[in-house]
């Protein structure tokens, strides 16, 4: 966390108050959650009227799909969303054959436009979900002609930010999608909660998940969680100023990170469109080693095999499959993610024990190799 949002967290927790009751102590939990919506708001450049606070991305993702799919026609998302969408948009659509498109991806993890288009023409359309950034891979959607096309077809646009928000700028004057995910804990703010983005004027079907008190217009009832709201305000505010630093620098540990495994492991490639990711997401193959194992051998080293979300399931990554590697290829990927608190030694330390591990695992498994 941000030393700004855990502050931030902190002072909530010490002062009492709901939100929505109407004495001192509640107007001052009232007033905390408005800055953290208009920082909120602040970041992704739209009203602190649109934004939503929920519990985080899969939350405000179920919220975004069940009110999109009750507008009266299908959905379309693609096969690399985070089981959030994926999930959600099956359960929807269960009874409804033919109501869910899952658009693939090509080799580099990008949704062929073409695909896009001819499921817009061939069925009425109520939602389009395509994610900003890969959580696993970190390939961005060229969510533009997304947008030109849904719209034109009369469908809404949704898409899961959650990984690009923080990481690269967003700026919803431009980027006319009517539906948006985020999650605080992606950009340095407390895990557990996140908020949903809702474009004043959106055709959307009143459709809340949970009903109650009529906390946040309706949409979201239930006491609000001042303090991991305040800490995703206050994360949001200490980033704006440092956004395009932060993007730059860690980058450019990605870069060096990458250079040096290619440069020291044989047969290593990366997984994704190279010039389409987010600036701080690698995933890497290292074939001959599975992930597991090499993971196992590295344990000093935070870093994933498949996506976080459901690591500890045991089935190959639904991302890598998609792009068509095998499932020998997909059990040997490991994710390093990297962010504003990545030191220039942490890159060092991860070099130092991938190479090992790497070159420890395939010595175990082909010790004549
Ligand atoms: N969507 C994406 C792309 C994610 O990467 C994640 C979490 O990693 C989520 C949704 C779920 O977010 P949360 O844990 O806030 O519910």
Avoid at 43 to 51: A, F, R, V, W
Avoid at 67 to 84: D, F, M, R
């Amino acid at each position: 966390m941000r030393p700004e949002a855990r502050e931030a967290v902190i002072a909530a927790m010490l002062a009492v108050g709901n939100a929505s009751s109407p004495h001192v102590p509640g107007h001052a939990a009232a007033s905390r959650v408005d800055t953290a919506r208009r920082q909120v708001a602040e970041l992704l450049n739209c009203s602190p009227g649109e934004i939503v606070f929920t519990s985080g991305a899969t939350e405000a993702n179920n919220l975004a799909l069940r009110a999109g799919y009750s507008a009266g026609g299908g959905v379309i998302t693609s096969v690399v969303e985070h089981p959030a969408v994926l999930e959600t948009a099956r359960e929807l659509t269960t009874d409804t054959p033919g109501a869910l498109t899952l658009l693939s991806v090509d080799k580099d993890g990008l949704v062929d436009l073409v695909d896009l288009y001819k499921a817009l023409e061939s069925s009425k359309i109520s939602i389009v979900s395509l994610m900003a950034a890969n959580n696993e891979t970190g390939v961005l959607t060229d969510l533009t002609p997304v947008v030109e096309a849904a719209h034109a077809a009369g469908a809404l646009v949704h898409t899961d930010a959650t990984q690009m928000v923080g990481r690269l700028p967003v700026d919803l004057a431009d980027l006319d999608v009517d539906l948006l995910s985020l999650s605080a804990h992606k950009f340095g703010g407390p895990q557990g909660v996140g908020a949903l983005f809702i474009r004043r004027g959106a055709d959307l079907p009143f459709r809340p998940l949970i009903f109650g008190g009529g906390q946040e217009r309706g949409w979201r009832a239930g006491t609000l969680n001042v303090p991991g709201i305040s800490g995703a305000g206050a994360a949001a505010a200490a980033l704006i100023p440092k956004l395009r630093e932060e993007q730059a620098r860690v980058s450019g540990f990605r870069d060096k990170l990458e250079t040096a495994l290619t440069q020291q492991i044989s047969g290593c490639y990366i997984n994704g469109a190279l010039e389409q990711r987010l600036p701080g997401v690698s995933n890497v193959t290292f074939p001959g080693a599975p992930a597991d194992a090499v993971l196992t051998a590295m344990p000093e080293i935070a870093v994933s095999d498949g996506s976080a979300c459901a690591s500890g399931a045991p089935t190959p990554s639904h991302v890598l499959l998609a792009m068509g590697r095998s499932r020998e290829e997909a059990d040997s990927a490991v994710r390093f993610s990297l962010g504003h608190a990545t030191t220039s030694r942490d890159i060092e330390a991860a070099i130092t024990s991938t190479v090992r591990a790497v070159a420890q695992v395939r010595q175990a498994l082909n010790p004549s190799g």
